[in-house]
């Protein structure tokens, strides 16, 4: 199978069939408590730890992002797509912007 894995360190201390360690306990990973249960994700740009209480909220939050940045990109594909925040950031900073047409 063709799985990414991630590692930051080797262990000197193993293999063991029965031990040492723990199942099912809070863990520590950079700083970041990690419970059992705890949605763990990761791709090329990192980790994210989500508690599994937040798992369901995350997971609409994510949809609806997922949602918005597609409609985003079928307005830019279109041309439709009308960048205002950035143009009033611009306009703030005293940038002169184009006229529209």
Request: glycine share 10%.
């Amino acid at each position: 199978m063709n799985v990414p894995s991630f590692a930051v360190g080797v262990t000197h201390r193993g293999p063991y069939k029965n031990g040492p360690g723990e199942i099912n306990c809070p863990i520590a990973i950079g700083g970041m408590v990690i419970m059992p249960g705890d949605l763990v994700l990761g791709d090329a740009d990192g980790v994210v730890v989500v508690p599994i209480d937040d798992v369901a909220e995350v997971y609409e939050r994510t949809v609806a992002k997922h949602a918005a940045e597609n409609k985003q990109m079928e307005n830019i594909k279109a041309g439709t797509h009308k960048p205002t925040w950035f143009n009033d950031a611009l306009a703030k900073a005293g940038c002169e912007l184009p006229a529209e047409s």
